[in-house]
């Protein structure tokens, strides 16, 4: 099971912020988060949101093991 | 120093403790950051962090300025959650032989904050919450330091944490 987080705009699109989901990759898990939210998953895909998988940046696809946590970043600002 | 702080907090005290004791330094330079009212409209900022990531990638952006700079010593507080206007949202303080480097490392190290910083900001005021994304002036600022070069005015220093 990965912990799934969403950040900014995206948590208050999907009316949650964390989630348990099985899947076996991170495209898996995409395309089963846009078939519970199509909204969510056009969002997910969207300009500048970035992805984290256990705090580290990563692009393209990735595989998920038990004790991964995948976060989705949208474009980020300090200060 | 770098931390995340849910509390308010006060740069005068900051400065003092973060230019103790320091003879061989000469220069300290500090910018803060306050939550902005404009006109009014926003009575509350609240910034989302993502604990240990951030502070994380804050250390990156650290690192960057002291090897740029050549810096003795950094110092970053930035809050999250809500903050009111009027109150601080980020202290940097940055130590140097001299003031040139720690007035540039003070200005690169916000540029950086603003537009890489994990954090995402929402204003709410009178007409309702909106999240706000770095604006096209954030990355112009960021362009201004021609990200990966070193400046030749500041050769590379071994990092001190």
């Known amino acids: ?79 | 120093m770098i931390r995340l702080t849910y509390e308010t907090f006060d740069p005068g005290v900051l400065l003092s403790e973060f230019s103790r004791g320091r003879s061989e330094v000469g220069a300290v330079a500090t910018f803060t950051g306050l939550a902005r009212a404009e006109a009014g409209s926003t009575t509350i900022l609240e910034l989302e962090a993502y604990p240990g990531f951030t502070e994380a990638e804050i250390g990156k952006i650290a690192d960057k300025a002291r090897r740029r700079f050549g810096l003795d010593d950094l110092m970053i507080l930035h809050r999250a959650g809500q903050i009111p206007a009027g109150e601080p949202v980020v202290f940097v303080a940055t130590a140097a032989r001299h003031r040139r480097a720690a007035f540039e490392a003070c200005d690169f190290l916000m540029d950086y904050l603003k537009s890489q910083a994990p954090f995402w900001k929402k204003e709410h005021g009178r007409d309702g919450a909106r999240w706000i994304e770095p604006h096209e002036r954030d990355h112009a600022d960021l362009a201004r330091w021609d990200a990966e070069r070193p400046d030749p005015k500041y050769p590379d220093k071994e990092i001190s944490t």
Do not use: C
């Not at chain 1, 056009?42 to 949101?49: I, K, P, S, T």
């Open chain 1, 1 to 79: 099971m990965a912990r799934v987080l969403l950040f900014g705009r995206l948590s208050d699109l999907a009316g949650w912020r964390e989630r348990q989901v099985d899947s076996p990759s991170l495209s898996a898990l995409r395309a089963r988060l846009a078939a519970d939210d199509p909204a969510l998953g056009e969002a997910l895909g969207g300009r500048g949101v970035q992805v984290a998988l256990d705090q580290v940046i990563v692009r393209g696809e990735a595989f998920l093991n038990a004790a991964t946590e995948v976060a989705f970043l949208p474009p980020m600002s300090g200060g």
